[in-house]
């Protein structure tokens, strides 16, 4: 990997080119040779022999959204541009056909990208590759004084270094509306994260809409008018997302945490004639009726609330298939009695042991505990968060393939909407960048440059990312 | 002042009413008796004999505001509700004529407000007091279920502990548009904030736009065409907080923080050419030549910079004047060197030991350093801020008198337009309560419950102040 840092310092030496967040597998740009960007002439298009056409919503929606990315409104061509050294358009080219799936943990998101005056290419396996390779595209391009767009001459070779890349935010201990949502997944996706894991409901509120047990969100929300999550919302953030390349992990924590579930502690804090339903009772009661109950996400529990929902995003999406997430602080005895297609999801303790231990055990693992990004203090602390490393625990290389990625977590007691973007943003890009890039990109001081100027895209994008430090973004004085 | 905290627990007792925020000094309130506010009938009016009378900008102003925060677009008032129990127009009567003039340090802030389905009177001494009254006003008006506004019968007599209740913004290391400081303008008033402390130049850059010497916003802003204040943009936030009861206190800083006058070091920061002019020569000397140099905030300087400015409200305010408010870190020995009518600003160090030297020395004391917003650590730390008490340091009766106020801070390392808001509200309210409240308000319990309240009172006008704890409010999910 010594030729992507060889690469990227030419760049950077330059001057010129656009930072990339976050940082790519494989970089080779030339910082003499570029072609202009011009929005009269540019536009994505599917390269002959694609197996994706003209009609798939998902590329579809993403042509037109990096578009207007890429040519902002207000957004003037210089006037007086020759027509020389024009980028030509973005050929992409997908090899495997299919357009209305979700995707899944084993789905590839590799891509590689060629820009040069002659040709733009962009290929991909599938649709979600492609999705992760627009987005690098898009970061690419910069812009002179006068207000020219360009793309410097570059090869891209990119892939994740972990499949699981996740979000989670929390909408019981305050609501989020939904459009704080959809602008978080905006978010993620330019910072390349492929999980939305859902925190829907917990002890303060429920607003899960539910058909079936309507009484759960009329009684167990904040208000069952404005403060809920219809079945059209629900649906509406799950295509959100997938048009995003993001799983959605909708997550009805239990045994625990159930307070919102009904008033009063009996029957494990809901309300009798709820809890005599049998479905809804097995979500309640523990794996086995031994001291080893541990705080369990049931992915099926949307199934017994919600039946009339396309599940197969989350539910069946895995092979092989994840039947439940677990938070740890599950004794090790208990992994004996634990469903082994569980993950575990560590959430606390020295995450060091904590990963050695769940991985030993044979389980697959999900990092989190480094990564509550509610966590804040005064200063630079997404380094902190930048200079974890996942695989820094003592294991077999054995145990380390069964790291599958991580989270970062936004849990609620002092979030809403009022303060969610620039809580999470830029911080949240440093566990996309560990989650994406390859091990060895561990520079701060290249990182706080790459993240600085991408977090003046974000706001660019019209997400309200907090700055890093003193210094100003071109656009941050509207 | 039992009777107050009385008054407020029959109140709360009965569920009725809405919280205010900062408490009032003297507050009688009767659940049992309440009169319907309409939007249809009622309206704010000066009373006859009021020596300001329709025509006052300020007042006028006022009137149409609280009108809108009453009755919030949208609103709409329940069909079929009688004309019985109507509350009567809000009776405005100021003693003391002027309406074009500035608050200042001695501006006296006192009014009494009397709200009974028979009369409602606001009287207070000048149109500065009026302003808070109204403020308060604004903060009695609760609605029931169906979407009523009432007002309980409440008598309500009150006046500002401390005569100077200021916040710093630093628009410096980070730029804020004029609308950001035009909300936080808007804000200040809701908690009767009555200074706004401008660093509008330090290091990093230099937005002032000076027609004097323009140079030094064209070379030290971030940006001269978009990253400035151009003398319009300073008249109109001056007038802005004139409106608003709230004086401008602009800093330029010196002899330090002056990087951003000119590039390179030599002549203490600014470019020669810049200093080689007297008048700013002398700003950026030390008072004398001893070591004694102390970071002193000229307030003059902005006569020198622009003179076409009214300076009435900042410079000549004071009686006996101000001559320069003075950071702290100037060695007792120094004092003998300092004006006696310097403020001195006590911003570091242990700030119990410092009012004490400070005000032994003779200086009239300014609190800020527990107040330094910009520091921010996980959960409630409103709290830390709110139990300050500014009184509390070894001195006399004589020495406790010369404490003219303090400020709440929130320098820009870290803070720009994206996060200032959340970061700033509704936290500054714990240090507009310590500055206005009596000392005996205190109950920790109470403020939260009250503050919690207020911040969705911050909601409801615009202001995306943050939640203090898992809850919601109202108008969050929008």
Redesign the interface.
Known sequence: MAGTAGALLLLLAAGLGAALWPQPQWLLQDPQSRCRLSSRQFRFSYANGSAVAPGCEVLDGAFQRYWQLLFPPGHKEPSGSNVENLCPNLLVSVAQAGCSGYPTLESPENYKLSISVDLMLLTAPNIWGALRGLETFSQLSWKDEVGTFYLNKTVVIDFPRFPHRGLLLDTS???L?LRAILETLDAMAYNKFNVFHWHIVDD??FPFESLVFPDLSLKGS??SA??VYTPNDVKMVIEYARLRGIRVIPEFDTPGHTLSWGPGKNCLGMRKQVCKDSKLMTLLTPPSSSACSSPTVFLSVLSILEPTHNHTSFVNAHKPPVDAFSWTSVPVLCFFQVNPNTVIHVWKGNFQQEMSRVTKAGFRALLSSPWYL??????QDWLEAYRVEPLAFEGSAEQKTLVIGGEACMW????????L???LWPRAGAVAERLWSNQTVRNQEDAYERLSDFRCTL?RRGI?????????C?F???
Not at 374 to 379: A, E, P, Q, V
Not at 464 to 472: D, F, I, K
């Open positions: 201990r305050h609501f509306p303060p509120s904040y208000n404005t403060h509610n966590f804040i203090s005064y200063g609620g007691e002092y979030v809403d909407a009022t303060n973007t620039p809580r706001l309200r990312a907090e700055p890093l430090y003193t210094g100003y071109e941050d004085a509207l």
